[in-house]
């Protein structure tokens, strides 16, 4: 354990919190720059430079990876690198998650770059040099192992989130989504704060490992406590992650945000908070026994596991119901994503929920098989809402409706969106799919098949909700949501013969409203559409990869 | 040496590609690719028939690769084990039912495909999404890989969704909404069977004993099969004392559940009487080419992985259960038949007429042993054709008259001669006329049924008298009687629709008189089949 309160900072820890570090000094620059800057001058650049930065820290991190798996290969493995007096960890789950975080980010402002308008935003600079502290924040979040250092992490992300949405200021359901979004953030945050000063009374301790050790020695006297402390992170955590029954903010805030805004809260704020929680809830409430590696529970602490492996699921369960059902009515495109986000964390809460401590599995992959299924929903939900900002653009009610008749309009982008609904509905052969099955092989290696069943249940009544995508797109017309009237597919003339009538091929209205296709949301479709399906055929590589890197016992349970 | 399983999978792909560089508007060329490209995976069938059947003598031809691996994380059993993965393997093979299948498949889609002449619109995707549903359909029937199986069966639902939501019918996005949420449901709970199953069954184990272990979670049918019937294996020792758990013992609840799982699954396909209410929809909905392939193909999957994956994984189940469904077997066999008998549409009849026979086919797996199994597989192919006859001479009928119901219709055989027979004929072969298809796979089916369940067998034969009484009413009734003067200037076929009708005669004539072309391949792979059944009982 680490007794040394101060430890300074060296050059080679710099090089260390190079991600970090990167989009600090970015965020510095472009706000003085854009403070500086005559009012005249033209802010296009801001959107390019943030994505550089992103682009940057992100290489810095995949450098790293590559670095730590050759020494992996090699034989001798990095363990976990500890810095700021033990309070910010270096170590592989932190890095796995960076990528997906900072992927994810770079498509959202190739999203902005091709969406956001003088017109909509008048504060462009300051909307680019608000999403990188919002992901500074992720970051910050997952590679934390300290109380206080995690709650900064994540309200950095927070108040950040909550300036994006509000940031269409004369937008009348932005003003309310970003209301809406801070009292409940900031309620969800004192939850937070609440079960985490009783882990600190119980324990004396803010850092994760020396809690984790404090509550395998003595967490039987305080298990009221642990309980309770443990079901106020569950709710704070579950308001961040919009698990049902803490969803309820989510399809107002999404509707009030800007499009890649919305995006940013799926994927990003999502993934980050749903990372952070997997590992306390295997750092703290799963491991606290032990802090020596992994092992098979005595009878005596196995209820508590059992407990928090129960709710978690019951939550992922829940989520997944709510999510599906209420998305079955929504029509309007925005708050049917977020619906779909909702559910989306309820899959992504079960491999968190796995309980790898019950004897009657040998199942341990919970890792791999959550980052499989978020780096999937990454690319498919942003791909989704990129789509989304493209169709919706200038029309008011960002209603389903807006997709009628897309593939006259715009076939390629119509095609595209059809992967993505297929992968968020979890059709073969999409990256969404994979997700799934490895997610289902767990749940039912772990005999849990409750859960299965519910997913697969929940997964059919999601075909309903995503197909009416595909629907729209293809089988109605653009300027009318009524069938189409020319659709009569038995002619009664016999003579008019095969080939000789006139072409009738192309049904589609002549008038129609163009869709405009940027270069840059272009680019973050087909990047994510190529990932959707390639991630799908060839996952092996990159499974090896981020099973070669990950341990349990290393990079989540290792006490300083 | 060539992948000729790969080439015909995939061979409709060569379609596609060409069609999606031709522009939209040159119809005629669009049509020409189309259906050449559904003959092309014909030509490689019958070749390969030909090839396994006469040339390999009963070998038959597989093809294996492995597709994905994902290590799997092993931290909790380290000591124990040195490499835990969880693999599919790209694992085609034509061996056994599967080869009468993808005949069946090919001949039916290249004629669907032909018929599909009646399409006016929106030709080019609607070939594409044709030739990519053959695709799923072809890929079925040939994997062996339960993970490879479900990709198939599951991405024919897509195709399908569009081909009835975009060229259907009135109320086509609602039938496609009902087939997709339907099957989609049925996929879902196999997905859940096939996980148990590969949970447990799926584990095999590599590496020498006392060594640490490499342990290999897969869907191999094959494999599995054999884990299934090992007394020694993981599968089926029983956990010992606490210090010893086996988490991949197949308890009997669980086995149960799979089997139940397996049995909903497939039984939405076939489909079972509870769950029948979404084809009704589709074949009333889609257009009729599309209806072709939906009652001839789609519907076969169901009885398919009912045998291929249902029998041969848990036999003692289906042993254990027969009596089960032999009476669901019975209620699909009556149940069709009395509706299809008051239907006053003609697609609506052929419908429930098609829930009646399929009915024949759990009555031949009920049967658990060599003739039931053979009647049953025959019976897939037979109605294969049978019906997908019938909804070509449908499609023409109602491109004539635009309506298909039987009190609208009337004395055809006066203008439409040649339509008429056929219908007959299709009507004599679905109810089992002897010398056509239907007859040699009901009676077999019934046979393999009498030696175990005498009762049901005669309550099944009950049905074949049945369906005498409907399908008569409903052909007769449109060919003889008064003219309607609306269709008085009727013509009759056109060569260009006459040849797929008269091709798919020839398959159910060409079955009729020589049953041995299906069961010839089918013997094989049913003995496999009922050696392990034996060995269970």
Aim: include cysteine; charged fraction near 10%.
């Amino acid at each position: 354990m680490n007794t040394q309160l101060y430890q300074p900072l060296q050059g080679s820890d710099l090089l260390l919190m190079a991600p970090e570090l990167t989009l600090v000094i970015a965020v510095i620059v472009m706000s003085i720059v854009d403070l500086l800057l005559p009012r005249s001058i033209n802010r296009s650049w801001i959107g390019g430079m943030s994505l550089i930065a992103v682009l940057v820290s992100l290489g810095t991190v995949i450098w790293t990876l590559v670095d730590r798996y050759q020494d992996a290969i090699a034989g001798h493995k990095v363990g976990v690198i500890e810095l700021l007096g033990g309070s910010y960890r270096i170590d592989d789950f932190g890095l796995l998650i960076k990528v997906v975080l900072l992927i994810g980010t770079a498509l959202v402002i190739l999203i902005s770059i091709g969406h956001i308008r003088e017109s909509d935003i008048q504060h462009r600079g300051e909307y680019y040099y608000l999403l990188l502290p919002a992901v500074l924040g992720g970051l910050v979040l997952v590679s934390s192992a300290d109380l206080i250092t995690l709650f900064v992490g994540l309200e950095l992300l927070s108040i950040s989130s909550y300036l994006l949405v509000a940031i269409r200021k004369r937008d009348r359901r932005s003003t309310e989504g970003a209301y809406k979004y801070i009292v409940l953030g900031s309620t969800a945050s004192a939850f937070i704060l609440y079960g985490m000063s009783f882990l600190y009374g119980m324990t004396g301790a803010t850092h994760l490992g020396q809690i984790a050790e404090a509550l395998a020695q003595n967490a039987d006297q305080f298990l009221p406590l642990l309980y309770l402390s443990m079901l106020l992170l569950l709710v704070g955590f579950g308001f961040k992650i919009a698990a049902a029954p803490f969803h309820a903010w989510s399809p107002d805030v999404y509707e009030g945000a800007p499009t890649p805004i919305a995006a940013f809260l799926s994927v990003v704020s999502k993934g980050a908070v749903l990372a952070l929680l997997f590992r306390l809830v295997f750092h703290i409430l799963f491991g606290f026994q032990y802090a020596d590696g992994l092992g098979y529970l005595s009878s005596a602490g196995a209820f508590i596991n059992e407990d928090v492996s129960l709710i978690l699921l019951s939550i992922a369960a829940l989520s997944m119901i709510v999510g599906t059902t209420m998305a079955l009515r929504q029509v309007k495109v925005k708050r049917l994503l977020a619906l779909s986000g909702v559910a989306n964390a309820g899959y992504l809460l079960v491999p968190l929920g796995l309980n790898i401590f019950q004897p009657t599995a040998w199942y341990s992959s919970n890792f791999s098989t959550f980052w499989y299924y978020l780096i999937a929903y990454a690319f498919t939900t942003i791909g989704a809402f990129a789509v989304l900002a493209m169709v919706c653009r200038g029309t008011e009610h960002e209603e389903l409706k807006s997709f009628a008749g897309l593939y006259y309009r715009a076939p390629w982008l119509a095609v595209a969106m059809t992967i993505f609904v297929l992968s968020l509905a979890g059709i073969p052969i999409t990256a969404g799919f994979f997700g799934k099955l490895y997610i289902l092989l767990g749940a039912v290696a772990t005999h849990a098949l409750w859960l299965a069943i519910i997913m697969m249940v929940t997964s059919v009544i999601s075909f309903y909700v995503y197909f009416g995508f595909i629907r729209h797109m293809f089988m109605r017309d653009c300027e009318s949501v009524s069938h189409l009237q020319t659709a009569q597919p038995q002619s009664f003339e016999l003579e008019s013969e095969v080939g000789l009538e006139s072409p009738k091929g192309h049904v589609g209205p002549v008038s129609f409203k163009r869709i405009h296709v940027s270069v840059a949301s272009g680019a973050v479709v087909a990047c994510s559409a190529a990932a959707v399906i390639i991630l799908a055929i060839f996952p092996n590589e990159l499974m090896t990869w981020v099973n070669t890197l990950l341990s349990l016992a290393n990079d989540i349970y290792a006490a300083s | 040496m060539v992948p000729w399983l790969t080439l015909l999978a995939f061979s409709p792909l060569v379609g596609v590609l060409l069609l999606s560089l031709v522009p939209h508007e040159r119809v005629k060329l669009l049509r020409c690719i189309g259906i050449a490209a559904a003959l092309l995976p014909l030509l490689l069938a019958l070749f390969i028939y030909t090839y396994v059947n006469v040339g390999g003598q009963g070998s038959s031809l597989t093809e294996r690769y492995n597709w994905i691996a994902i290590p799997l994380n092993i931290e909790a059993i380290q000591p124990y084990v040195q490499s835990w993965s969880f693999e599919i393997d790209y694992h085609l093979s034509i061996g056994g039912l599967s080869l009468p299948l993808v005949v069946m498949t090919a001949i039916v889609t290249a004629m669907a495909a032909w018929a599909s002449l009646t399409i006016k619109q929106r030709v080019k995707s609607y070939y594409i999404w044709f030739l990519l549903l053959e695709v799923g359909m072809l890929g079925v029937f040939m994997a062996r890989d339960l993970f490879l199986f479900f990709l198939f069966f599951e991405w024919t639902l897509v195709p399908m969704f569009f081909l009835i939501g975009i060229w259907g019918f009135a109320k086509r996005e609602k039938a496609a909404n009902r087939f997709l949420v339907y099957n989609g449901l049925g996929s879902a709970l196999l997905l859940v069977a096939f996980l148990i199953l590969t949970a447990t069954a799926g584990l095999s184990v590599r590496g020498e004993a006392g060594a640490p272990l490499h342990l290999v979670y897969s869907g191999d049918l094959e494999q599995m099969i054999r884990q299934l019937s090992d007394a020694q294996s993981f599968v089926n020792t029983l956990p010992g004392p606490a210090s010893s758990f086996n988490p991949f013992y197949l308890s009997e609840a669980w086995r149960t559940t799979a089997f139940v799982l397996l049995l909903l699954a497939f039984g939405i396909k076939l489909p079972i009487f509870p769950f029948h209410t979404w084809m009704l929809r589709v074949h009333v909905e889609a257009p009729t080419p599309v209806v072709m392939l939906h009652s001839g193909v789609l519907l076969k999957m169901g009885a398919y992985g009912l045998i291929q994956f249902g029998v041969a994984l848990l036999p003692q189940s289906f042993v254990s259960w027969s009596t089960v469904l032999a009476i669901i077997g019975l209620i699909n066999i009556v149940y069709g038949a009395l509706l299809a008998y008051v239907q006053k549409e003609l697609r609506l009849l052929l419908a429930y007429s098609s829930i009646s026979h399929m009915g024949f086919v759990l009555l031949g797996i009920a049967a658990m042993n060599d003739i039931g199994m053979q009647g049953a597989v025959l019976q897939i192919v037979s109605h294969g054709f049978i019906s997908a006859l019938f909804f070509l001479l449908v499609g023409c009928l109602l491109e004539r008259t635009g309506t298909s119901r039987i009190d609208e219709l009337g004395g055809l055989a006066k203008r439409l001669p040649f339509l008429s027979a056929m219908l007959l004929l299709a009507g004599l072969a679905s109810l089992g006329l002897p010398g056509l298809s239907g007859f040699m796979a009901e009676l077999l089916s019934l046979l393999g049924l009498y030696g175990q369940l005498p009762w049901a067998a005669i309550v099944g034969g009950l049905g074949i008298i049945l369906s005498a009484v409907y399908v008569l009413r409903g052909v007769l009734a449109i060919t003889y009687g008064p003219l309607d003067m609306r269709f008085a200037q009727l013509k009759d076929t056109r060569a260009v629709e006459a040849v797929p009708a008269v091709i798919l005669t020839l398959a159910i004539i060409v079955i009729g008189v020589l049953p041995a072309v299906v069961t010839m391949p089918v013997q094989q792979g049913i003995e496999h089949i009922i050696h392990i059944i034996q060995a269970g009982r």
